[in-house]
């Protein structure tokens, strides 16, 4: 095969992986046109059309699904190889990529891998905030973080943290105006600040329990946001009760900025754990990242 094909090969399956032009040029750092122009050209050497392309997506043809189920690994094979052989170097070199929600890349992760970085020049570290339950093989991330229930059986799992204890919470001037909730049938009467799921386009449900049984708590409110920050200030705003991690409000109740109420309902979620696939070949940078964010409790 051509060797320009191998390069053209690669861009397509950026492409098809995106399912967008504008994602996959963004991400080679390239135009629109020369990705155009790139895949025009492949697909006039094979003779085959390889994407289907409307006004608004783009999809393989079963010839580009087939390009992509069956030589995709095989490229990320070779790419593990030479990873591995650049690894009998002096110096760990490459990119890790991570994905994780945004707090937790705040009070976790970059806390940890920051110091790691001066003293491996060669180390990039690329993090990718993103509530999406994440395909990590699928999208070429190296490392995924989600909480212990939630990663995949086949997939090598490192603890990051303990449990993470949860919280009901609310500012004073919130409960100034409503009294304070001490079941489900009055948790349900309150203004509740909800999350909408990335993956699903769904409200979250607020996964309590109580005296052993685990319960959902569909509440509803006038807030509704795609990430925790702006639901913690909307709580700290006064606007109503939100529900989230200890980590992210714990402080804000103990300096009495936000108030506690149901903790017998609230559980501790299972730890956060790093993940990734189970790789023959693991690289020294992708080592050196798991060592430093791994839980030293």
């Given amino acids: 095969m051509a060797r320009d094909n191998i390069n053209d090969i690669l861009v397509f399956l950026a492409v098809a992986r995106e399912r967008s032009f504008t994602r996959a040029a963004a991400k080679l750092g390239m135009t629109q046109s020369a990705l155009s122009h790139i895949i025009r050209a492949l697909e006039t050497r094979l003779g085959v059309r390889l994407l289907t392309r409307t006004t608004r997506s783009v999809?393989?043809?079963?010839?580009?699904?087939?390009?992509?189920?069956?030589?995709?690994?095989?490229?990320?094979?070779?790419?593990?190889?030479?990873?591995?052989?650049?690894?009998?170097?002096?110096?760990?070199s490459g990119t890790v990529?991570?994905?994780?929600?945004?707090?937790?890349?705040?009070?976790?992760?970059?806390?940890?891998?920051?110091?790691?970085?001066?003293?491996?020049?060669?180390?990039?570290?690329e993090i990718s905030s993103d509530y999406r339950l994440v395909d990590i093989a699928a999208e070429r991330y190296d490392i995924g973080v989600r909480y212990g229930d939630q990663v995949e059986k086949?997939?090598?799992?490192?603890?990051?943290?303990?449990?993470?204890?949860?919280?009901?919470?609310?500012s004073p001037a919130y409960f100034a105006r409503r009294p304070v909730p001490a079941s489900m049938q009055d948790l349900l009467k309150h203004n509740c600040i909800c999350l909408r799921l990335a993956s699903s386009g769904g409200l979250y449900a607020w996964e309590l329990q109580h005296e052993g049984q685990a319960l959902e708590a569909r509440v509803r409110g006038q807030a509704v946001f795609t990430n925790?920050?702006?639901?913690?200030?909307?709580?700290?705003?006064?606007?109503?009760?939100?529900?989230?991690?200890?980590?992210?409000?714990?402080?804000?109740?103990?300096?009495?900025?936000?108030?506690?109420?149901?903790a017998d309902w609230c559980p501790a979620f299972p730890g956060l754990h790093a993940y990734y696939p189970s790789r023959r070949n693991s690289s020294r940078a992708l080592g050196l990242v798991i060592d430093a964010i791994r839980y030293k409790g």
Avoid: C
């Fill in 59 to 92: 999809s393989p043809t079963e010839a580009g699904e087939r390009l992509l189920q069956n030589v995709a690994p095989r490229l990320e094979e070779i790419e593990a190889e030479l990873t591995a052989i650049s690894d009998m170097g002096d110096k760990p």
């Fill in 97 to 125: 990529r991570i994905t994780a929600i945004d707090h937790v890349v705040d009070a976790v992760l970059w806390p940890r891998i920051a110091p790691l970085l001066p003293l491996y020049p060669d180390l990039h570290v």
């Fill in 154 to 170: 086949d997939m090598i799992a490192v603890r990051l943290t303990g449990d993470e204890p949860m919280m009901i919470v609310g």
């Fill in 228 to 262: 925790v920050y702006p639901m913690r200030d909307a709580a700290l705003g006064g606007i109503g009760l939100a529900f989230l991690p200890e980590s992210l409000v714990g402080r804000h109740v103990r300096d009495g900025s936000l108030v506690s109420v149901m």
